[in-house]
């Protein structure tokens, strides 16, 4: 069932790495009521940096211990992370909402902060994309009802989809591709624990090719810790698989602004939080001249 | 006398704000050779800040202590600020000059990080560039042998150039726009202790109005804190007053980059580091090019 905040936020950040937590500082210091959205572990690529010389202000600090900076800046600021990952976005003319598994949240103004995918397309992914493979099972779980769905789960809150497909479809194939030794109380949900090799369908998904074999089903639910950006918004112009955005942090969507990562090289901390800061300012900027001309009487 | 270093620096960085400081740190991270040429006192701007809350990883800090860790961070990477300020930059075909009153630097590439100024034009100063009105009395000083010219010096660093026009010209008035108390040994300096309100003349500089009366002059020697960076580089696209650059920090011309605020707005801190990150990091690449392709054979 979906949770629904009736609550209409400023800005809804979507990513808590250096860009995303740059944007909420930014977003704070001008009076913005934002919500920021994170994974369970807030840019793990600075975590694992061992040393880091080139962000102004620190020499020779191991990535653990700057990022702890960056928390703690945010936590004194009271912004609060809210560990959610976004499934997607809608506009909805006024407003923006954001589907986080069973919770939705509104905002008027949107930055992605999401970073970058090491990971690469399956054979078939791509051209099946919305013919059988979808990378939200709140989404589109119920077009699946009594139907075969493999659950492909490369983070931990895959679990928690699969037993909500688990609810609608016939059986569920969850094939974890990280560290995953749990078990799921419902007996349809059926682990495997091969590779997925190959996609299989012409128009429509069919089969997965596993080490060996087939195994025949009717969708695949991808769940990747990053959702690619243009799956997350319908109609978000891309530029050689990076946002595109202006100098200004502006993506082609009025009131979508992104930064970090997600728009393009250098892959740089300094980088990121400063376009976290740019795309926060403007941000802030585009609500307050929305709310000031929705409070003027029309001509 | 002009001063020539005959070593090639692989990057000259005009600035030591924010975006200069972060353009050597990064510069220093690619083990790239540098100098870093910046005004008496790096980024005033900071210094005057009281509070400063949105620079990520800083919170509640004051513009000085923030502006000396970033001091430290330089110093610690064994980074000089050469206290020099640039007046005019050439392109030389393989490498740039940058002439800073009787000293020349070369190098490989330019990081322009000059950071913007308030100062306005005076009324009749853009008409008459280059016929009479000078930013840089080391360039233009010899063709005022004997004539008489005015130095209106917004910094301590005019004093030297009007001692060395004094060795030229026949007299040289000393217009002082900061709080000058101080005397001349040449006879042929007068101190004039009033604004300058209109630059006269129709082809040429002809007179000042000053507050009352008119002075006759040949020249007028104008010697602010920054130099337009279009007077510094000819050439060098300008966008609404900013230099004109695309999302790599590279400017119209091959080898130049820029960053911070002489970029565009918003005027921010971490908008500036970002920036002299991207630009230091795409010099030291644009550098390493240029040192292969030279080592390469002609075809």
Known sequence: MMETNEKIYDAAIVGCGPAGLSAAVN????????????????????????????????????????????????RKMGIEIKNSKVDSIYSLGDYFTLISRNTEYRAYSVILATGVSNEKFLPGEEKLLGSGVSYCAT???????????????????????????????????????????GKFAADNIKII????????????????????????????????????????????????????????????????FAAGDCTGLPYQLARAVGQGQVAGLNAASFVRKKKKESQQPPD
């Not at 492909?152 to 990280?178: D, K, R």
């Not at 319908?234 to 009025?254: C, R």
């Open 139 to 181: 989404c589109d779980g119920p077009l699946y009802r009594g139907k075969d769905v493999a659950v492909l789960a490369y983070t931990e809150e895959a679990i928690e989809e699969a037993e909500y497909l688990s609810e609608l479809a016939g059986n569920v194939f969850f094939i974890p591709q990280y560290g995953f030794n």
């Open 193 to 256: 624990n091969e590779r997925v090799q190959i996609i299989n369908g012409e128009y429509r998904v069919k089969s997965l090719t596993l080490e060996g074999r087939e195994l025949d089903i009717d969708g695949i639910f991808i769940l990747r810790e990053v959702t690619p950006p243009d799956r997350l918004l319908f109609g978000l112009e891309i530029d050689n698989k990076h946002i595109k955005v202006n100098e200004q942090m502006e993506t082609n969507i009025p009131g979508v």
């Open 27 to 74: 977003l704070r210091v001008r009076n913005m009521d934002l919500i920021l959205l994170g994974a369970d572990f807030c840019s793990p690529k600075l975590y694992k940096a061992e040393n880091v010389d080139n962000y102004l202000g620190f020499y020779g600090i191991s990535g653990q211990e700057l990022r702890d900076h960056f928390l703690e800046h945010v």
